[in-house]
């Protein structure tokens, strides 16, 4: 009956310690996050930069050559909004249009362009 008692506080010390384990790890992860978020430049100098985006944003800018179609191809780059956690995603739309008439003839599927932070 002794045995069955200790064993039973021994377990019920160690739920606490582990209990205690996972409050603390909580916390510590709550305050790097807080950290990271408010904190300017704390990302950039843990986790490196993000590169520059393009010069032109929002706008369709036209190649300078034509494609083996003979359309003109134009671009445009859009940053959406980021979430809690990140910054947002830059995404490239491309068309088609025709040299003559200015007509699109063609759209193709937006590209999502990875943006992968670098470390100096």
């Given at each position: ?7 039973t506080t021994l377990h019920l010390v160690i739920a606490f310690y ?7 790890a909580v916390g510590a992860l709550a305050y790097m996050g807080l ?49 809690a956690f990140g910054s947002g995603k830059l995404l490239l739309q ?27």
């Amino acid at each position: 009956m002794r045995d069955l008692t200790l064993l039973t506080t021994l377990h019920l010390v160690i739920a606490f310690y582990l209990f205690l384990l996972g409050v603390g790890a909580v916390g510590a992860l709550a305050y790097m996050g807080l950290f990271l978020s408010h904190v300017p430049g704390a990302k950039d100098e843990r986790f490196g930069a993000l590169p520059d985006l393009p010069e032109v944003m929002g706008k369709w800018v036209e190649d300078e050559a034509r494609n083996a179609e003979g359309l003109i191809c134009e671009r445009r780059h859009l940053l959406t909004e980021g979430g809690a956690f990140g910054s947002g995603k830059l995404l490239l739309q491309v068309r088609y249009r025709d040299a003559e008439t200015r007509e699109i003839v063609r759209i193709d599927d937006e590209q999502i362009i990875k943006r992968r932070r670098v470390k100096s």
